[in-house]
């Protein structure tokens, strides 16, 4: 058994069906995901079921109280399979498998948030469910939380087929099936893709073959290496997004058009026109930093075109100056990225005033040593250095989203008629 399912993890039903049907070739069951339901009622059910029929149609209930009530409503709307939480009480469990036997459905349970999935699935399969799925929720995944070892947990101790879900994509299919799924549940993978014919192909492909088909997308990270990859794609618009339009540095000018700006801070605190300490933390940085200097947001230059060269030949990614540089056609030609408050052509004097490497503000943000920061065209966005696996993996979540919503408008659409803008409205 080796079951594609397609998870409709929209908020608009026209949305969910043109995915659907662009899918239709490859994907074996159709889900209506818990968001659909919940903005679009039990009608996203019917309207799927209307439109798919032939395929099993699941609903994302995550029923966790009422079970027969809420397996009866989805099992009328058209719903074959019906998914409740495993974290629901025992006797919510049991109405549900009763519910399903008097309506003609399955009942499929959840196991997120379950704190010993073993133990809970071999209960589940005691009561009767038909079907156990794995998930790794979203917030887990962008934390760096992986589904095949918990698959693995599993696989040896329950006779039920098991699903798995929560990041699955074309390169990690294969292990969900080599790891002992029977049905791959895919979401983000296939209805955030541009293509999301070819990508279901691709996922289906690799679960039959066992073979991996690269991707860059739809992948969540956990290394330093790849925390710097993701922020070499994404832009600082992705970040912002990502970290709820927070720790955006106001009025930063980017001297060095066009070109992207990722490492690690060193920081500098700084009196204004000193430029002591901050030449110094060049010495003391390692490739790839950035150096964040605090000048108190004033003039004169505490950075110019030596410091800049210095930072190339060491293989330092950037600068950020609360304060003025200069020499900046200089800069450009050696496309070293800077930002700055202040442009001017008067430099200060090498004093050697204040500190390098310890906590400094700028515009309401604390910087540490090790915090991440990354600058393009749209200014320079701070990343706490304990939030940073997550910041990266919403980030690109957020760039795969918009990606999808370009290509819809590209087809005719625009922003407004993709997102539905009047019916989201605040009342």
Avoid at 16 to 42: N, R, Y
Avoid at 68 to 86: M, P, S
Avoid at 274 to 285: M, Q, R, T, Y
Avoid at 407 to 421: A, F, K, P, Q, Y
Wanted: aromatic residues 4%; hydrophobic residues 45%; proline residues 3%.
């Amino acid at each position: 058994m080796k079951v594609l399912q397609l998870a409709l993890d929209f908020v608009d039903l026209h949305r969910a069906i043109k995915v659907a049907q662009e899918t239709e070739e490859d994907v074996d069951w159709v889900e209506v995901g818990t968001p659909l339901i919940k903005s679009e009622g039990l009608d996203a059910v019917r309207a799927v079921k209307k439109r798919f029929g032939k395929k099993r149609i699941l609903a994302d209930m995550k029923t966790v109280d009422t079970g027969r009530v809420e397996v009866e409503a989805a099992a009328k709307a058209g719903a074959d399979i019906v998914i409740v939480l495993g974290v629901a009480d025992d006797s919510t469990i049991e109405e549900c498998v009763k519910a399903a036997k008097n309506y003609g459905c399955e009942i499929m349970v959840d196991l997120i948030g379950s704190k010993d999935i073993v133990k809970r699935a071999l209960e589940l399969e005691e009561m009767g469910v038909n079907y156990i799925c794995v998930h790794v929720s979203i917030d887990q995944q962008m934390k760096g939380m992986r589904f095949v070892d918990e698959l693995k947990k599993l696989r040896d101790q329950v006779r039920v087929p098991l699903a798995v879900a929560g990041g699955v994509n074309s390169e990690s299919a294969a292990d969900a099936v080599e790891a002992g799924a029977d049905i791959i549940v895919v979401g983000g993978a296939i209805i955030k893709a541009k293509d999301a014919k070819k990508a279901a192909r691709d996922i289906k492909g690799a679960m039959l073959t066992g073979k991996k088909v690269k991707t860059e997308l739809f992948k969540r990270i956990s290394t330093e290496e790849e925390i710097r990859k993701i922020f070499g794609v994404v832009s600082c618009a992705n970040i912002s997004d990502a970290l709820h339009r927070q720790r955006a540095l106001k009025d930063m000018k980017t001297v060095t058009p066009d070109v992207k700006m990722v490492g690690k801070a060193i920081t500098v605190r700084t009196y204004p026109g000193d430029w002591a300490k901050p030449v110094e933390a060049i010495d003391l940085a390692k490739e790839g930093d950035v150096i964040v200097i605090d000048a108190g947001g004033m003039e004169p230059a505490v950075w110019g075109e030596l410091a800049s060269e210095s930072c190339v030949k060491k293989g330092i990614s950037g600068a950020v100056i609360n304060g003025a540089v200069r020499d900046t056609e200089e800069i450009k030609k050696l496309k070293f990225p800077v930002f700055a408050k202040i442009i001017t052509p008067n430099a200060g004097e090498p004093r050697g005033f204040g500190e390098i490497g310890t906590p400094i503000e700028i515009d309401g943000a604390m910087i540490r040593n090790g915090d991440w920061i990354t600058g393009d065209n749209d200014g320079v966005v701070i990343i706490p250095r304990e939030d940073v696996v997550e910041a990266a993996n919403r980030a690109m979540d957020v760039l795969e989203k918009e990606n999808r919503i370009r290509g819809e408008i590209r087809e005719g659409s625009t922003l407004s008629e993709v997102c539905r803008l009047k019916k989201w409205e605040k009342v």
